[in-house]
């Protein structure tokens, strides 16, 4: 069965800290990727997402991410992060087979100001 | 805001009953997603219809069924209700069928608890 793997299920970190999230996935082949961010209070939206072309992709708010396909992994980073960072992120991977796209359990990010 | 509005926002109901979850997509979006989270089993996929028609499924019980109206809303329905079914439902739409490249925006949730 695939699977999505977030390890960290929270991280505390500093206003100014770097912040890096990671993302395993547990099946071969053509996979979409995406990371979505759903702030205190608020819907979950999309951060940014990976289809084909460079493996470093730039999202908003100062995101970006890097698929790594011989690692199975779709990492989440951002070079300082801020207080209203604060919120909880999931990756999702898409895979043709099955047609539905399969969100990780999620970690939760707490920025002290 | 998404432009995906979800009623109710709270639902309270007790094992065995029936609720149905009521979504409305954004204008102009034909795909409309349910997903179920709870802390045992994170976010998961039910079911997708795309103009009115399923497309498709994921880990949906058979107490479950949803179906999407000419108008493109749709609704979730929740049979024999069990302390198990407690939890978020989301709602999301996108504008064609593709799950693998459309974005979906998602609604505020409905917070189901069964007691």
Redesign the interface.
């Known amino acids: 069965a695939q699977s999505v793997s977030q390890h960290n299920h929270h991280v505390i970190l500093s206003e100014a800290a770097s912040l890096e999230l990671g993302c395993n996935y547990s099946y071969g082949g053509t996979v979409?990727l995406f990371w979505?961010v759903q702030y205190p209070g608020?819907?979950?939206?999309?951060l940014l997402?990976y289809?084909s072309g460079d493996p470093l992709v730039k999202g908003i708010k100062g995101f970006e991410a890097e698929f790594i396909k011989s690692k199975f992994s779709f990492n989440l980073r951002k070079p300082s992060v801020q207080w209203s960072d604060t919120a909880e992120y999931?990756c999702a991977v898409?895979k043709?087979a099955?047609?539905?796209?399969?969100?990780?359990?999620?970690t939760r990010v707490l920025v002290k100001p | 805001d998404s432009g995906v509005t979800q009623t109710p926002k709270h639902l309270i109901t007790a094992t065995g009953q029936r609720v149905t979850l009521r979504c409305s997509p954004r204008s102009g979006d034909l795909s409309v997603y349910w997903y179920q989270q709870s802390l045992d089993q994170g976010l998961q996929f039910l079911i997708q219809y795309y103009n009115g028609e399923e497309r498709a499924k994921g880990n949906i019980l058979e107490r479950f069924s949803a179906q999407q109206f000419p108008d493109l809303h749709s609704e979730l329905n929740l049979s024999s209700l069990e302390l198990g079914d407690s939890a978020l439902y989301f709602c999301a739409s996108s504008p064609g069928t593709a799950p693998s490249t459309d974005t979906q925006y998602f609604g505020p949730g409905t917070r189901l608890t069964v007691l």
């Open positions: 979409n979505y608020q819907h979950l939206q999309l997402k289809f999931f898409f043709a099955g047609n539905k796209l399969t969100f990780g359990g999620g």
